[in-house]
């Protein structure tokens, strides 16, 4: 059974770091796309970042570029996220997902970590 297990949210400050971390099991990490998507109260979840099975190419949306980087350790079946410069917009649930390397949409799902940024 798949498990994806996020961790890392809390409450910050604006300007702040995070890092979230998610631990996948129950599937071969090294052949799954990593997302980070995340979901503010009352608005639809949105995409915040992904990274392919290697770890070569990585996209980001456009409000949290050159601020988060999304990294993988395939060894730890690991996805990360390291957020900087944390924004009181930013604050949401965020969540991992795995999609096979050739679909489009996301098979697996974790239960999500809040991150809350204070101004």
């Known amino acids: 059974q798949v498990q994806l297990v996020e961790s890392g949210g809390g409450l910050v400050q604006a300007g702040d770091s995070l890092r979230l971390s998610c631990a996948a099991s129950?599937?071969?990490?090294?052949?799954?796309?990593m997302g980070w998507f995340c979901q503010a109260p009352g608005k639809e979840r949105e995409f915040v970042a992904a990274i392919t099975s290697s770890g070569v190419m990585r996209n980001y949306a456009s409000s949290v570029k050159d601020r988060f980087t999304i990294s993988r350790d395939n060894a730890m079946n690991t996805v990360y996220l390291q957020m900087n410069s944390l924004k009181p917009e930013d604050t949401a649930v965020y969540y991992c997902?795995?999609?096979?390397?050739?679909?489009?949409?996301?098979?697996?799902w974790g239960q999500g970590t809040q991150v809350t940024v204070s101004s």
């Open positions: 997902a795995a999609r096979q390397r050739l679909s489009e949409k996301y098979d697996y």
């Open positions: 129950g599937l071969t990490f090294s052949n799954y796309v």
